[in-house]
């Protein structure tokens, strides 16, 4: 079990860029592909991008892809999101998660453990 905590949320403007952080402690953590997925109010939660172990592959929702990026520090133990250009549509809690067995990286039930999200609100 790996635990996760995530930081950088905020409220910013369309248009605008935050980056948010997932720090994991626990078991090993360069033995765990890091996902990130997103609730908005009243939506269920959804895939937004993962990385995998040794950040050789990188996958993103086509919503995000070109305006987000992801990446990992496995000497920081810490797991990042770059999220630039922001709509109003990205705003929600957005969690992190881990998983160490095989699975698709886009499901939601591929994943073990994890955070308690951070808020992004994102004002037009």
């Known amino acids: 079990q790996v635990q996760l905590v995530e930081s950088g949320g905020g409220l910013v403007q369309a248009g605008g860029s935050l980056r948010l952080s997932c720090a994991a402690s626990?078991?090993?953590?360069?033995?765990?592909?890091i996902a990130w997925f997103r609730q908005a109010p009243g939506k269920g939660r959804e895939f937004v991008a993962a990385?995998?172990?040794?950040?050789?592959?990188?996958y993103y929702a086509d919503s995000v892809k070109g305006r987000f990026t992801i990446s990992r520090d496995n000497a920081k133990n810490t797991v990042y999101l770059q999220v630039n250009s922001l709509k109003s549509e990205d705003t929600g809690v957005y969690y992190c998660?881990?998983?160490?067995?095989?699975?698709?990286?886009?499901?939601?039930?591929?994943?073990?453990?994890w955070g308690q999200g951070t808020q992004v609100t994102v004002s037009s």
């Open positions: 990385i995998s172990r040794s950040s050789s592959s990188t």
């Open positions: 998660a881990a998983c160490h067995r095989t699975g698709s990286y886009y499901a939601i039930s591929t994943y073990d453990d």
């Open positions: 626990g078991r090993t953590f360069s033995g765990y592909a």
